[in-house]
């Protein structure tokens, strides 16, 4: 099973990362594909650069087996749609299981995303979530492919809905831009590689 964790990443941080480790380790993944969107159709451009962030995403990964800095949106024109992503993912992956990983207020706007039913045709969508979280009222679109068994994840290869809880860390990616522009040191937030190409590209100041 491959999972996938899209995101502007501007920049990444421990939330990002801790996120990614756990279900690395809750699904048994063979892999976790961060691609970073190059051009987000839902909200402003970032303040890096796609390369920039790529850069940096390196960086905080280079030496966790199973991570992969994905540069797929940034070798493709136009809006990054995630059903793009996804079917470029099953291209190259056409036997695997695909977990598509997002949180919980990414998902409660999953209806406004560019051709959001089909995700469903090309992966599993996997919804981190607080421990304790308790899911509301889902229509029938949804409901007909929630399921409560992790496992069937890995029998099938696209089309479930799974609810997971992980460690959500309260680490923003605003926060730490702003915290920055003030002057204020982001170290314990960020690995210190993405800190140091921070400031060797003057970002965020």
């Known amino acids: 099973m491959i999972g996938i964790f899209g995101g502007t990443f501007d ?4 939330g990002h990362l801790r996120s990614a480790l756990e ?10 594909r961060l691609i970073p969107s190059a051009q987000p159709p839902h909200r402003q451009q970032p303040v890096a650069t796609a390369v920039i962030r790529l850069q940096m995403l390196a960086l905080a990964i280079c030496d ?11 070798q493709r024109e136009g809006r990054s749609y995630m059903i793009d992503t996804l079917r470029s993912l099953r291209q190259d992956f056409p036997n695997q299981s695909l977990l598509l990983f997002m949180g919980s207020d990414a998902f ?13 045709v090309y992966a599993h969508v996997v919804v981190l979530t607080r421990p304790g979280f308790k899911t509301q009222h889902l229509d029938d679109f949804f409901a007909v492919r929630l399921i ?5 994840l890995a029998n099938h290869k696209a089309g479930r809905l799974f609810f997971q809880p992980v460690t959500q860390l309260d ?19 960020l ?15």
């Open 11 to 14: 920049p990444i941080h421990y």
């Open 108 to 120: 409660n706007k999953l209806t406004t995303w560019h051709h959001w039913q089909d995700l469903f």
């Open 64 to 74: 966790q087996p199973g991570f992969v800095a994905d540069d797929r949106e940034l």
């Open 191 to 205: 690995p210190d590689a993405v800190i140091t190409a921070i400031k060797q590209h003057r970002l965020y100041q």
């Open 148 to 152: 409560a068994d992790a496992q069937i």
């Open 23 to 32: 279900v690395k380790e809750i699904f048994n993944l063979t892999e976790v």
């Open 171 to 189: 680490i923003s990616a605003t926060a730490i831009r702003q915290m920055i522009a003030h002057g204020k040191n982001p170290r314990f937030l």
